[in-house]
């Protein structure tokens, strides 16, 4: 007996015990992770290059990072010189002075059309928890702006768009949690026929999903938690958590329908579904550790995360499923409805797989060629950091930053020039400076520090996210800083800044992503090789994923870098994808394109094991798990599709590429390329060469099968 069957039978026959260790596992987790709470990225470890040196550099000088706002006043028809736009200006200001959590409140520039200024202020405190200390400003700005309806009065700054942008992560994942639950029920009611069948996988779901999101607050002690973590242990946690325990349930429902006692299925589910559960979950979890060799703390957050939300399902699959299922028995078929018939077999996969299996090699070329063609797209893939870019563009705070930078021409997020000057004489360092603004063409604000620490803010063209600013910042670190402060022996110079953190981020993730893809691949390329002792369906599964994550890529390329979608998923194409979302991506669907293919390949295995032919064995194996893998894609696509359509970019981007790639695996993958490739091949898709013949062996097949 393998693993999972061993699992099974332990929890069938202690079913009280397994239901309520997995119930005090995840009250425990959740309580002392609300207890423990979040330990968050702070803005240094998101930074890597340049940037990272000189945020550590203001670290070694007792720096803190403040969080900065503007005040943007802007009129019609008065310039910034005339006496009511002063009186307008000193009465913001003097505002601001009383305003509780407001420090350093100063006169900004004028802008050059004359027509508006900047009142510039600080938040006291940390700058990574200002957006908490935020409101009172946002408020007295909106009295102002209330108070004088002949001007424009609005601001915008670090605290302000972090606070409008975690609202709108927040209000998104609410948004997502009451849909995703009733939508994965509907679909699992239509593919059981029964509500309590139904109900159970949701119910084992999203207790993974509360358990995950309490070890992750407990471990961001040991590995701070980047933003986007909890929105991915949600999505992944109901998406893997459901296929899970549809893969099991299913299974045990499908041998009792042929004759099985109720000890019998549920054994023999335990041993071949499990199985393919377990390997499923093995593989995801391996390609979500590549995001940790991506050299970036986001990524490493992400693929914890990942990790956490699909090991709990698989543990939650492999015992109290089964526990639940063995005291049920038939009553989980409880609440059927009379008119769904589940468990049979679909008249439009059998038709789907005729064309595979008679003209298997047409097929072949026809289908790579059609997901080529769906790929295509991506090869003028570009990323770039959007910033406030990612928020929605109807939002105040986004509308003041696009005001604030239009009227400047400059971003209200300045480039960081740290330099550590020790023994170096003050008046060659200030003649480097002023070289520097000389070359810059724009004021350089100079803040000393200690340790012979001095940090100049260089304003930056552009609205730094876009390509005026990226030029500007790589003509400053590449140009001007060499030839001014740069060419003084002893300094020590590098730049920071949104911008340039954007930029080094981008640079990183480019470097390491050959890594993150090949660690990935040859892991999963081992683990198949291990679990199907054949060379063969281990890069058959390699190429069928590739070809899946392209297609994924080319049409998030074609909607969202081309904007060809952005009326209807409600967004503002920037001409490019947010940096992180390729590399997760890729990572992700490596593993969960792994589920179905782990999930067929297994039935067909058995089948041939029990003496079919291949050829029979694919279209019995094929039609046999069509229902589970065209429900289970059904869940993960509507979850998946429910993220495309929240507020953030990155998110929107992230759920429509899975919810495609999804769709795309379970349909034209698995119906039609994988049959009618194992079926090109025949016998040889088991074929394992002398070479590998010693390998371990993972053997997680039912004794006997």
Known sequence: MNLAARAGRWSAAHWKTATLAWLAFVAAAVALGSLHGTHKLTSAEQTNGEAARAQKMLTAAGVKDRASENVLVRSRTLTASAPAFRKTVAGVRAALTRTPNVRNVHLGDVSK???ARLVDFDVVG??????????????????????HPGYTIAEAGDASIAKAMNKVVTSGLSHAEKLSLPITFAILLLAFGAFLAAGIPVLLAFTAVLAALGLTHLASSFVHEADPTASVIL???MAVGVDYSLFYLKREREERLRG???EEALQRAAATSGRAVLVSGLTVMTAAGGLM???????????????LVVLVAVLGSLTVLPALLAKLGDRVEWGRIPFLRANRESRFWRAALRPALRHPLVTVLGAVAILLAIAAPALHMHTRSDGVAEAPQNLPVVKAYRQITKSFGTT?????????AANVPRPRLREAIASLQRAVGRPVQVVRHANDTLELDVPLAGDGDNAASVRALHTLRTQFIPSTIGAIRGVSVAVTGETAGNVDFTTTIDHHMPLVLGFVVLLTLTLMLLCFRSLTVALTAIALNALSVGAAYGAMTWAFQDGHLQGVLGFHSSGAIVPWVPLF???????????????????????????YSTRDAVDRGIRSTASTVTSAAMVMVAVFAIFATLGLLSLKQMGFGLAVSVLIDATVIRALLLPAAMTVLGERNWWLPRAFARLPQLD??????
């Open 113 to 115: 059309d004359g027509h």
């Open 293 to 307: 060799l991506s050299g970036n703390s986001v990524f490493t957050s992400l693929g914890l995360g990942t990790i």
């Open 126 to 147: 940390n700058a990574d928890t200002a957006d908490a200390r935020i409101q009172p400003a946002l408020d007295a700005v909106g009295k102002l702006a209330a108070a």
């Open 585 to 611: 991506l890729f990572a992700v669907l490596f593993g969960l394109s792994m589920d179905y293919h782990v999930f067929v390949v297994s039935r067909i295995r058995e089948l041939v094991d029990r003496g």
């Open 700 to 705: 997680l097949a039912p004794e006997g099968a």
């Open 260 to 262: 099985a006692s109720r």
């Open 235 to 237: 999505l992944m946690g």
């Open 412 to 420: 209200n997020a300045p480039a960081v020039v740290v330099v550590h």
